[in-house]
């Protein structure tokens, strides 16, 4: 960078939206990823990265040890979300886990994961649904329990982008789509799912851009926040 | 029309094509529609013409009495499908009917039926199986034997086009799937429905126009001649 | 209708989704709205229809009197929210209302009201806070505790649709962005707020179908539903 | 794969639809790729692979001896269908083949292969007619009773994309058209063939998705399956 | 038009452009239509309108008795080509006419009119060939030698726009393919026959505007100008 | 190439319209790219190539010594144009040259050259007026006598793709528009500069694909034929 | 409007911007337009209101006698400009006026006037040169000189808008290029002339929204203003 | 380049337009960067290159010694801009700047940097505020002096594209808006940003083509020169 730039932080963004400032790897070079991961580290003794590389992701891991790494996701989480085993434990204990991450199908795992490791990131306990998708929709029927235990729902699907609807349908439960990218053709890298959500015939189904795990992670927990204000 | 002009009729193409010229009405004044339907009957007995207007359906009426009009839908029939009742007895005795029509939501209706009237016009039998769209989809799986024993089925919908895929997903049968332009807003007027048909994860749906009621029901007989050239 | 259809009710819809069936009037007949807003009163003793003509919003004020007409927003509720009053003085006498509903510009207020009347026809109160546009943004600044205080935000704006992010910017509450057809030339119908939107830099916006207030209504009704299962 | 997922497989899709899961290469790894080959051919004694790099085909054959490559296709199909030259002999020697797969150029053949490969792989018998486009429309006309002579006919055309209105001008038979993404410029990856194949002035066309060889393959099984069921 | 403006009129473009100033009536009121055509009449004793609706088409006539007015076309022609019979009989007499305007089908009409009136206005003599679209595509190959005869030939046609390329694949006169607007659905106003014409496989065939019949005419004037230029 | 497959050659293509059969080496490998150049020269003793990489202009050079290779076009002539000095002599020495070939940018060089040598393959002289686009109009103005003794004028222009339009207004001569895909941004891969010509206020400037300066040639060669019939 | 709304009027809009709230007329009632007229008149004895039916200037010139109307363009303002004598006399004397005003064709009439009367509106001089487009630029030529002696240029342009880039070309001043709806077919409402003007070759054009005449006499007016400030 | 071709330099550019000739990298070959940078160099002493690649802006820095390379932005400028500290003494010394380039977040630094540097080699100044997106707006409100006492600002924003519509309602210099493609999904490569630009409710925002920070830098040019003529 120039040195005649005049960069400002923004550094309480937590504070305001509830959720801190984090890393998108799409456009960074390695060298730039990992040197905002250190900063966010330093700061406040957490970070969260979105869409690294495969080589982003090693060099922050060997920056941070500890740093838990999802290559599929393109994910890197610090500190490495030590309270799984109990949040898996709770789940099971209590009737209501607090978000349910649904993937239609295994081409739609890496948004799914992105928005999994965020809630985790922040303390909240996602429970995986994958590969639950209306070509076989018997498989999503067998899971209904789980969907309506779960006090919001985040449901990520490309292609023909039905599953929202479906779910919508089902549940009564806030729903937060996530069109993804997955397809070919006139897919038009994700607009048909995007357009399919956004005209869902389920009422109240909402919609984030496409392929943002990280962003409907966000609206959930800005949900959440809400409940246990109350609770 | 100007007399300098060298209109050439396609009179064999039911020959060729298994199916006859019908009429069109919609870029066409009243008195134009009346005169192709008149000329339609004159040659062969028989006329139909879709996407009618009220007033173009009237002045065909009365031009032809003993026409069957769907206003809803915009359609002339000519003479009235007569095996009606015939048609539906048969639909109860045996296991199998030829086609049948889902439609989404009401306002899918026109199309749907617009499908069902060209069945009628060229003597087969349609099965009518409309409001059984994905809200609720419940209504589906009750009537799920239905669209077991068709032939063909096809399937109208519009705003998140999901029901093809559904139905594609549950039955082995040939699915013709119509985007209606059914919406608002980021529908733009039938591209999403459109776009999530031919994105569809149920393999082997096939797609026709928005809105082209009509030729989902030919590319059903072209299926059904194929059939009974066997049978 | 023709007498060979089979139409199936949807009459659990609310006991499933947590809403009844309500009346799109977008593409409906006079009589179709009326008669369908008959049905719903017949079946459960109220009735919501959105989108409707100033000639329909009439008939059925006439068919079934005692019903809350908005004529701007197109809407009818029957029955006239009666605890508006009430309503508004909770409104002050809490720190909490449960959604604040902001529209940009005095043209994007009949989506706001739509909004706000699908919110009052389920019982919610929202807090009206409209012509907040960025254009003048001090005038959001100046009103930024009635945001805070809201459970669920929607925030309707057309053009470049910008609202959702400032708001989403300054507050952790979950928030519900409307993009509205409003603007002209490069607008596209409401393309550019909807994409804006979608791109928000302020993570953890979701947003509906362009111009539908229904639908942000309905995705805020889920997420009150969970607060108060808490509650 | 993240051991936390829960991936649940669709068993009986061919039961369900007549068709058994088929691996899309697409978006996958070369060990991706392998290892659900492999789950396949385990579960069912058969698989098929489409889109898949030379490298994925490569190391698909070396885990699995006998696996017939097309290279050009990107297809792996197991076991290599032996009943070719039998299949071949019954074409010449009966009046009607199964499926005529038309091509219009010769940058049209990867997805016409897709589709042929994939008809074999399910037993049946494509007449492969490439290079018929209608820049030189007469090599069709010597071939039309190869064409008459078929079940069903898929027709595989980039740019205009004409040739599927020429077919259903000349024939009765059902008609699958497959867009493929050949061109440049205007073509903008099939969406010029995509928009003349939805608009053809030939009644009953019908549509899949952009360069969907393998989906057009599925909707003439789908037929045959039928004609096969009254046979 | 307010007396503050300063217009500049274009009186040399006939002799720049080989064709003068013509009215479109598309964004014009009645009286402006009207004041324009006789502007033209004054200036050269003969004007051309198209576009017209049938109002001012009407009152153009009323204005300027001999106009000749094609209403289907929307055209206004002064004075009325006299030489009519005389270019008839020529086209008889001669092996080669000026100009072949083909249209696909009946509602192609319009626009393959106003390419022909815009021809016989300038004093060239087209050829009519409508209804030759390739729905049948034997009622263009009866009449091939009538393309063949002529110096350039101007194809209409809307849906999918293919006869552009089938001309061009049997001729090696030039040709101008004119998209027009008929169809629906996903037409979407004459696009796909556009990106059709833009993409055809057959080398040469040259694109002017949707619906631009005017354009057409004048492109082909351009060419029989160098031809003329030559004999 | 697969052995079952069925490739028919269009032999009489020359003969039918004027042009012979040329490669487009765009989706080509450098296999297939010499193979079929070989054939061509086989067949008749002369071949042309477009849209070659550099790596297949070398190796049909090497297979074809003799070749005329311009790497920035990506074009492959053989036998290279001899009769080029003569050309040029009688460029000089006639009034009119064949086809008059400008570029607005340098940027628009390789499209303007493919055009040039598409017509120098075939015989006709083409006078190259490069950089002469309108943010420097002047350029244009001080060559205009070139245009005007040109018998057809092809003109490439990227970006706002203005420049036929101001030929169109100043020339009478037919003028083919290329747009070219020079840009950034909003000019969305050449589909600004399409858009521009196609709405050209010059009339009956038509229009090619974009960066089809090979359609463009063949186009202006149709015209020459014409004018040569004459001569 | 409904009394539980909470309207936000922007009194110093003026004091920060630099311009005073406007009308815009294009979504609102009569009554709606007429009584923001009143509130402007009140409040600071001066109003402006563009994109008013002919009913509404009507409605408006009525209850405010004194108010200037221009119906083509749509604009109402009070006071009527009353210097206009005086400014044309300025203009005359003084070697700069302070924004030329261009117009391609009569059809973007409405639009530059629109732009003019909201310049006099606030005083400035805008000096009208219409009709001066690009099919005969030698219009503009012999004008150059006036479009030279203003401190910046408004250019309104549909079609192809190619005017601005010419303008560009031949001056240093700055431009504001206004793409117009004119056109049809591939005009696409003015896309092409929005994507022209800003893939414009002349550097430092800039581009405000389709139709906006208002927009860009603000943005004139904000240049104008600096100037000022230092001189 | 081939020796037929008819270069035709632009050497009064600068002297038309007010700013010279520069070279845009974008397409061009490394050999090609150089060489035209080192004609500019020749011809007048000066170079300005934009989108360079690092191999290029390496190879211009060997050639030319003592150019000023940003590697980030792309640009390389010949000589390097001498006045920077000076520029700096005086933009702190005087109250106004010439020119405040303003960036939304760090991923527009690219487009802004090519704005200010492109004005620095024009010898101007400008302020760089950096990061001042409407994620966090009290950054930019802390600094809302800097952009008052600016003659004119540029905005570049990707995403929602939002922070130009922010400034034009707070300040009234003049604005130009460059859209920047950072984002993903509905960003559709800058779509967003620049369709929120356009339908800015801040009247007198003007917008160039997404990524153009030089463009941008010329349009303020052309301001600054009008200013410093009355100066």
Redesign the interface.
């Known amino acids: ?2 040195d ?7 550094l ?2 937590e504070t ?4 801190p400032e ?1 890393i998108y790897g ?2 960074k070079t390695i060298e730039q990823s990992v040197r905002a991961f250190t900063a966010l580290v330093k700061r406040g003794g957490k970070a969260l990265a979105t869409r690294c590389s495969r080589e982003a992701l090693d060099a922050i891991s060997v920056a941070h040890p500890g740093t838990f790494i ?1 290559e ?1 996701a393109g994910v890197a989480v610090f500190p490495a979300p030590a309270r ?1 085993e109990a949040a ?1 434990a709770r789940s099971e204990a209590d009737a209501a886990v607090d978000v349910a991450v649904l993937a ?4 739609d ?1 890496p948004i799914a ?1 992105e928005a999994a490791l965020t809630l985790e990131f922040s303390g909240f306990v996602p429970d ?10 018997h ?1 999503l029927f067998e ?1 209904l329990d789980r969907v309506h235990s779960a ?2 729902v985040i449901v990520c699907a ?5 599953l929202p ?2 779910v ?9 789509a996530v ?1 993804t ?32 795990g ?3 992670a ?2 959930a ?3 959440l ?3 246990s204000r ?2």
Not at 16 to 19: E, I, M, S, V
């Open positions: 960078m120039d005649r730039t005049d960069i400002i932080m923004d309480e963004r305001r939206t509830g959720f984090a799409g456009g999802h599929l799984r898996a239609a199908g295994t081409s795992l994961e995986r649904l994958f590969d639950v998708g209306i070509a076989g929709i498989r899971r006090r919001v490309g292609m023909e982008g039905a609807s479906i919508g349908g089902l549940s009564s439960v806030p729903i937060i069109p990218s997955v397809g070919y053709g006139a897919n038009f890298q994700g607009l048909s799912a995007l357009l399919a959500m956004l005209n869902s015939c389920a009422p109240g189904v909402t919609v984030v851009n496409i392929d943002n990280f962003g409907a966000v609206a927990i800005r949900i926040r809400q409940i109350l609770a």
